[in-house]
């Protein structure tokens, strides 16, 4: 991520004025007459469904065996759990978590009104945006890694003379950078259904692919010898998915958002999340984001993530401070890198 770029974008969003327009579907949230809000909060408390993955999204959303956790959290866990009690506090929003029990599901809430927001794990890429709206800034990011068994006899992932294990970490040219032969032509690669990168593999890499349901489902083909690899996120710690990761770089890297019902872009919930956002970003390293992300992905082998930090200290040093209240929505900035293809795209 490039520093120059970054100031740009938040220069631009503070010299925003501090009042939105709000379009006729935000409309009944508090009278169009109210006064102006006190800075740094919303007035009225707003009651929004949220979706949380129940499955295949550990340590990021899980089902907890805590007998105490709070009601409003529907039997859930983790890193995007605490993320929405967050997120809901800074908004004076009153969040009740909607398990959600596929990859498809979280769009679908979204698109057709079931669900106010999601949070979980979605990748944003161009096409998802044009069903559901993406609230900037974006929380994480994760990128395609390939899981494995490269020790199973008769394993046909990597091409003669290839050393499986030895890749070099940043590699040109994505998995076919890292690996010897014509790897991953002819191939047969599990997904799950819905999962964002297929497309954009699919235009990359000449495969076979087998789909699956679910993670679980699409890891036994694996073990079983069905598919050759299982392709997933790399953020995705080894132990749920029950098999290693190959040494090779993630391509497709992509940030994780949270999405909204394209008729409130710009309305008061967005208004509300991006001040939620911005504000769990910062106060520096003591900002909350970060202390969740110790807390629930660390400890499971995932991050720190180097362009989260690098958000976190570009609000914390040139955004407002948290005392100015929200301001308006801007009309387009990123925070994050999209990266489709294994090559760092830029969206400014």
Known sequence: ??????????????????AAAQPAAEQAVGPATSPARAPGAFQQPLKVGVGLLSVDNF?????????????????LEGFEVALMDALCAKANLTCTAVPLYSLEDRLQGVANGTLDLTISSLS?????????????????ESGVALFADSS??????????????SAVEGSPGGWRGVFTGDFPVGQTICFVEGYYALPFILQEYQIN????????????KVK?????????????????????????????????????????T????????????????????????LA?????????????????????????????????????????YRLFGVSPGGRRLRRW
């Open 224 to 264: 079983s010898g069905r598919c050759s690899a299982l392709a997933y996120d790399s953020v995705t710690p080894t132990q749920a998915v029950g098999l290693p990761m190959l040494a090779a770089p993630p391509v497709f890297v992509a940030p994780y958002g949270v999405a909204i019902n394209r008729d409130r």
């Open 266 to 289: 710009g309305g008061e919930l967005e208004q509300r999340l991006v001040w939620a956002l911005t504000s769990v970003m910062n106060q520096g390293n003591a900002s909350e984001i």
């Open 292 to 332: 969740l992300e110790q807390q629930w992905l660390v400890p499971n082998g995932v991050g720190p993530n180097s362009d989260l930090q690098t958000v976190v200290n570009a609000i914390s040093t040139f955004a407002a401070p948290l005392a100015t209240g929200p301001g308006k929505v801007p009309e387009s």
């Open 59 to 75: 340590p990021f959303s899980q089902k907890t065996a805590n007998a105490s956790a709070p009601d409003n959290h529907a039997g």
């Open 124 to 140: 944003f890429t161009p096409g998802r945006e044009a069903v559901a709206h993406f609230v900037r800034p974006f929380y994480y």
């Open 152 to 165: 199973r006899g008769g394993l046909a992932l990597f091409g003669p003379g290839s050393k499986p294990g």
């Open 1 to 18: 991520m490039h520093a120059s770029q970054l100031l740009v974008a938040w220069l631009a969003v503070l010299a925003l004025p501090s």
């Open 209 to 220: 692919i087998d789909l699956s349901a679910t993670l679980e489902e699409a890891a036994a």
